[in-house]
T-cell receptor
Framework: ETGVTQSPTHLIKTRGQQVTLRCSSQ?????VSWYQQALGQGPQFIFQ???????GRGNFPPRFSGLQFPNYSSELNVNALELDDSALYLC?????????????FGPGTRLTVL | QKEVEQDPGPLSVPEGAIVSLNCTYS??????FMWYRQYSRKGPELLMY????GNKEDGRFTAQVDKSSKYISLFIRDSQPSDSATYLC??????????FGGGTRLMVKP
């Protein structure tokens, strides 16, 4: 059983550009959640996908969007990058959406926006 | 007021000490509370979760929820240098969407 993997590890973009981050869920997990973690802060919930549909969203603008594929891998897309988007982006997979289900986090993608 | 609040630390203790980490939360509607540990440049890993109130023990770790005071605690006994990390408390909205505190950085000195 493989864990959650994310790519790329690091990324540098300039303001106004678009970025796509990728996540491969733990085997058998049908739910993926994305979080943004600014330096020195706790992760903030961006959105969750369950069986390829968005299942919930945090307080993030529409320029943050996502996709989940039939194999349960997923993408986070951010358009019109801003300096404040610089952060560690974490994805977490779980089996189902029931409260208390353990979420397994990937190592994250560190995005720097210049 | 943030939904989940933690003292950012850093908290520095000698090896073998008992560590107490605390969080407060504002919405009493939620039942699931978690503690995650995050090493530098890694993703968070689940240490413990509790449902509703009471204590839960796992080895050197004890998690405690006091719903009357909206207080969540994590105790680490016989702390080790390998426990040096950032500890994040979180609550689950019952849909597996987590709200995290800001994290407390712990340093255990040999």
């Amino acid at each position: 059983e493989t864990g959650v993997t994310q790519s790329p590890t690091h990324l540098i973009k300039t303001r106004g550009q678009q970025v796509t981050l990728r996540c491969s869920s733990q085997s058998g997990h049908n739910t993926v959640s994305w979080y943004q973690q600014a330096l020195g802060q706790g992760p903030q919930f961006i959105f969750q996908y369950y069986r390829e549909e968005e299942n919930g969203r945090g307080n993030f603008p529409p320029r943050f969007s996502g996709l989940q594929f039939p194999n349960y891998s997923s993408e986070l897309n951010v358009n019109a990058l801003e300096l404040d988007d610089s952060a560690l982006y974490l994805c977490a997979s779980s089996l189902g959406t029931r409260g208390g289900n353990e979420q397994f986090f990937g190592p994250g993608t560190r995005l720097t926006v210049l | 007021q943030k939904e989940v609040e933690q003292d950012p630390g850093p908290l520095s203790v000698p090896e073998g000490a008992i560590v107490s980490l605390n969080c407060t939360y504002s919405n009493s509607a939620f039942q699931y509370f978690m503690w995650y540990r995050q090493y530098s440049r890694k993703g968070p890993e689940l240490l413990m979760y509790t449902y509703s109130s009471g204590n839960k023990e796992d080895g050197r770790f004890t998690a405690q929820v006091d719903k009357s005071s909206k207080y969540i605690s994590l105790f680490i006994r016989d702390s080790q240098p390998s426990d040096s990390a950032t500890y994040l408390c979180a609550r689950d909205n019952a849909g597996n969407m987590l709200t995290f505190g800001g994290g407390t950085r712990l340093m255990v000195k040999p």
